[in-house]
């Protein structure tokens, strides 16, 4: 994957881990980092977020804009505006870039946002109330002051359709996120009955919508035709989406030396294992006591249920079931339609970035 983003930032003469730089490097935002270094030695979220800025190469935070230049430069410039090509480096119009840009704010300044913890369950070992509360309010002002100099940078294109675009995507970033928060505090989501038909549509709520929509809005700042804006669409609707489901998958797929690697009991292959096996069953799959185990916190206190168990018993029934098989044909579908999409697009070096980007997260082992 981190091979496959490196060659891409070469084709579009872009290193996209600086893409907010400008922003990043605001007298505004160096005040924040100051502040932010208070917060070393605590376990607030907003470290790690930090810490990801700088470098995170299993989840490249920088992906999004990244895409949204390398389509740009494989639709290339359109006949309506052959008379601005003198705007275009590496194949790629200077709002294009912006648009890049503005994409990785929004991305960035949610991920900051999300970075706020709940004061009635922390811990003692998280570090002191007024940290984590002064972390808590760093995370609300500095993603909002990301946030609005993305929607100063989008008015600057001067251009209806997209401001519309993007902050359409705002608000299914909103929606999705709420949701997600709204169930957040139930019995770890147990009372959530969703279907894989209504999985996807919140995880294109929170995953999909900013990085198709501002595909399509890469196509409209360069007039390209409807149909190739709908291309662009699809394109980042189901990479994203199959991006999200590689992700779900590792810790049913990925070997590693630990027992069991944390995953959420409403990822694509234990909703699909839900499926399969029917609420009930999956609810008391969920309640049994857990099979006490050398080291066992059960051997010790027999009344309680030990969490490491029974969550290595779910993941365990899960890859013996269907669910693991089904989502990697699912991520397998989305990343073919997103190639499809793809052959609306002239052979050249991006388009071919952009397929290698598929095939990254729909190979397994």
């Not at 570090?127 to 100099?149: E, I, T």
Request: proline share 4%.
């Amino acid at each position: 994957w981190s091979q496959v983003v490196s060659e891409a930032e070469k084709i579009v003469g872009y290193p996209t881990s600086f893409m907010s730089l400008r922003c990043l490097l605001s007298d505004e935002l160096s005040n924040i980092a100051m502040q932010v270094r208070k917060l070393v030695g605590t376990k607030h979220p907003l470290l790690d977020t930090a810490r990801g800025f700088v470098y995170d190469s299993r989840n490249n935070l920088q992906m999004r804009g990244l895409v949204v230049l390398l389509i740009s430069k494989a639709a290339g410039p359109s006949t309506a505006e052959l008379s601005f090509q003198h705007d275009m480096v590496s194949g790629i119009y200077s709002s294009q870039r912006s648009l890049a840009e503005i994409t990785e704010l929004i991305h960035t300044a949610f991920l900051v946002h999300r970075g706020i913890v709940n004061i009635g369950e922390l811990k003692s070992c998280d570090g002191p109330l007024k940290d984590m509360q002064f972390g808590n309010k760093m995370a609300v002002l500095s993603g909002d002051f990301l946030l609005a100099n993305a929607c100063t940078s989008l008015a600057q294109l001067q251009n209806t359709k997209v401001v519309e675009l993007i902050s359409s995507a705002i608000g299914d970033l909103v929606q999705g996120i709420y949701y997600e928060n709204s169930k957040s505090s139930e019995e770890s989501c147990l009372t959530d009955d969703i279907g894989i038909s209504r999985w996807k549509e919140q995880v294109f709520l929170r995953h999909s919508a900013l990085l198709a929509k501002s595909c399509q809005a890469a196509m409209e700042l360069a007039k390209h035709s409807a149909e190739i804006q709908d291309m662009a669409f699809q394109y980042g609707k189901h990479m994203s989406m199959s991006h999200k489901l590689h992700s779900d998958l590792q810790p049913f797929v990925k070997e590693t030396s630990s027992d069991t690697m944390a995953f959420s009991l409403n990822s694509a292959p234990a909703i699909l294992h839900q499926e399969f096996r029917g609420r009930e069953a999956w609810l008391k799959q969920i309640r049994e006591p857990c099979a006490p185990r050398d080291n066992c916190a059960r051997l010790k206190h027999p009344p309680h249920r030990c969490a490491s168990c029974v969550f290595q018993q779910l993941q365990e029934a899960i890859k013996a079931g269907k669910g693991v098989t089904s989502a990697i044909d699912l991520c397998r579908c989305h990343g073919n339609r997103a190639l499809a999409a793809l052959e609306r697009f002239p052979p050249s070096e991006a388009r071919d970035a952009l397929a290698n980007i598929v095939y990254a997260v729909t190979r397994f082992p």
